[in-house]
Antibody
Framework: EVQLVESGGGLVQPGGSLRLSCAASGFTFSSYSMNWVRQAPGKGLEWVSYISSSSSTIYYADSVKGRFTISRDNAKNSLYLQMNSLRDEDTAVYYC???????WGQGTLVTVSS | QAVVTQEPSLTVSPGGTVTLTCGSSTGAVTSGHYPYWFQQKPGQAPRTLIYDTSNKHSWTPARFSGSLLGGKAALTLSGAQPEDEAEYYCLLSYSGAPWVFGGGTKLTVL
């Protein structure tokens, strides 16, 4: 059974940093590109970042470019999102999703507030 | 980045038919945008209904179908059920910034 489990969310002050993780199981993680998607409270979905299976191709949404860094460790079946210079508007549930969009995690809540 | 537009809200009667659409600020939506449709209910992660314009997953109810219509991607629900009340999102692929979600359509079955 495919599982994606996010962790690392929490409360952080504006300007702070946080690192999200997504633990993958039930499939050959190293064969799939991955995405991060977020959803602010009461708002719609926003694609955040993409990383190819070998990490050779990476994309970011304009809203996070220069502040967020996506990475992965195929040996640990894990996806990461390093979030720096956090702003109030980064408050959201962050989901990891396997490319093809068939499988999603349940999300982890990031709250940026003083 | 491109802007993807959806109807903010729609209402359908039980047993009725409704079409949700998904447009692109860059022009007509084509199969090359690999349109996806997701259903999301409160407190849940999104669930994929349609991929690559019109393909269904094994869990997609037969009453949902995807197509291209008038330069937009479309999701048609035929024979709406109360459990179809949810938020629906489309997703389009673009070169350079590979994915853009629409703003979502809140579907009410009433």
């Amino acid at each position: 059974e495919v599982q994606l489990v996010e962790s690392g969310g929490g409360l952080v002050q504006p300007g702070g940093s946080l690192r999200l993780s997504c633990a993958a199981s039930g499939f050959t993680f190293s064969s799939y590109s991955m995405n991060w998607v977020r959803q602010a409270p009461g708002k719609g979905l926003e694609w955040v970042s993409y990383i190819s299976s070998s990490s050779s191709t990476i994309y970011y949404a304009d809203s996070v470019k220069g502040r967020f860094t996506i990475s992965r460790d195929n040996a640990k079946n894990s996806l990461y999102l390093q979030m720096n210079s956090l702003r109030d508007e980064d408050t959201a549930v962050y989901y990891c999703a396997r490319d093809g969009w068939r499988y999603w995690g349940q999300g982890t809540l990031v709250t940026v507030s003083s | 980045q491109a802007v993807v537009t959806q109807e903010p809200s729609l209402t359908v009667s039980p047993g009725g038919t409704v079409t949700l659409t998904c447009g692109s600020s860059t022009g007509a939506v084509t199969s090359g945008h690999y349109p996806y449709w997701f259903q999301q209910k409160p407190g849940q992660a999104p669930r994929t209904l349609i991929y690559d314009t019109s393909n269904k997953h094994s869990w997609t109810p037969a009453r949902f179908s995807g197509s291209l219509l008038g330069g937009k991607a479309a999701l048609t629900l035929s024979g709406a059920q109360p459990e179809d009340e949810a938020e629906y999102y489309c997703l389009l692929s673009y070169s350079g910034a590979p994915w853009v979600f629409g703003g979502g359509t809140k579907l009410t079955v009433l």
